[in-house]
Nanobody
Framework: QVQLVESGGGLVQAGGSLKLSCAASGSIFGIISMGWYRQAPGKQRELVAVIFSSGSTTYVDSVKGRFTISRDNAKKTVYLQMNTLKPEDTAVYYC??????????WGQGTQVTVSS
């Protein structure tokens, strides 16, 4: 059984930083992408950043230059360094891992709250 455990969320003032972590465990083979999504109240879940097995990355425009996604393949862990946080970054952040069969696995979510 695959499990994704997220950590690092919390409350921070605008301009501050947080680092999210997501560790995958269980029988998950052939990971092709690891990413972060977020969902704010009343809004649809959106992609924030994704990193592929090749090392290439993609970011939503609103976080470019502020957020950095990275991964540790040996630990099956993906990170999201979030700097210069804004109140509009407030959301529940979800980790998603996709394997070579295209099967997605989701974490339980971690709350990030940015106060103004």
């Amino acid at each position: 059984q695959v499990q994704l455990v997220e950590s690092g969320g919390g409350l921070v003032q605008a301009g501050g930083s947080l680092k999210l972590s997501c560790a995958a465990s269980g029988s998950i083979f052939g990971i092709i992408s690891m990413g972060w999504y977020r969902q704010a109240p009343g809004k649809q879940r959106e992609l924030v950043a994704v990193i592929f097995s090749s090392g290439s990355t993609t970011y939503v425009d609103s976080v470019k230059g502020r957020f950095t996604i990275s991964r540790d393949n040996a630990k099956k862990t993906v990170y999201l360094q979030m700097n210069t946080l804004k109140p509009e970054d407030t959301a529940v952040y979800y980790c998603r891992v996709t394997n070579s069969l295209g099967s997605p696995y989701w974490g339980q979510g971690t709350q990030v709250t940015v106060s103004s």
